[in-house]
């Protein structure tokens, strides 16, 4: 598994509900936007990846919550990818506050789709190595 990559995120408050925490979809927003800003990072720009027909998809997202989140809160939003054999790819997200209290753990199965035949690509981690101007960020 490569090392986990982090950003941080301020909660807003139009993302909480009526019982005033984070809303629970949006805990999915910001694993979203971690895991593009480590592809971008690793040189993997959706630019980089549409010039070479293809493109990232999630196939299983799996949240724990562990602790609310209110708006105003600074959290670090952490992503490490792990490579395995086969068409798709583990990654492991963390939802952590500022006082070190983990609020959410995010577990994710990926692959990488071919855009024109609509169909997964049979090594992911090949694509995103030879793309990559990074490796070492996504733990190849």
């Not at 990846?49 to 997202?61: K, S």
């Not at 724990?64 to 792990?82: H, I, K, N, Q």
């Not at 500022?98 to 855009?115: K, M, N, P, Q, R």
Request: hydrophobic share 40%.
């Amino acid at each position: 598994m490569s090392e986990p990559f982090s950003v941080r995120v301020t909660v807003r408050g139009y993302e909480t509900d009526v019982q005033g925490h984070l809303n629970q979809a949006v805990y999915l927003n910001y694993a979203e936007h971690a895991r593009w800003e480590l592809l971008h990072e690793a040189g993997l720009t959706q630019a980089v990846l549409a010039a070479r027909g293809v493109g990232p998809v999630v196939l299983e997202t799996t949240i724990r919550y562990r602790r609310e989140l209110l708006a105003g809160e600074e959290v670090e939003v952490t992503c490490a990818f792990s490579w395995g054999t086969g068409k798709t790819f583990r990654v492991e997200q963390t939802i952590t506050k500022a006082d070190g209290t983990v609020s959410a753990e995010i577990t994710g199965v990926g692959g990488v789709l071919d855009l024109e035949r609509r169909k997964l690509l049979p090594s992911p981690q090949a694509v995103f190595g030879e793309l990559a101007e990074k490796p070492e960020l996504l733990g190849l």
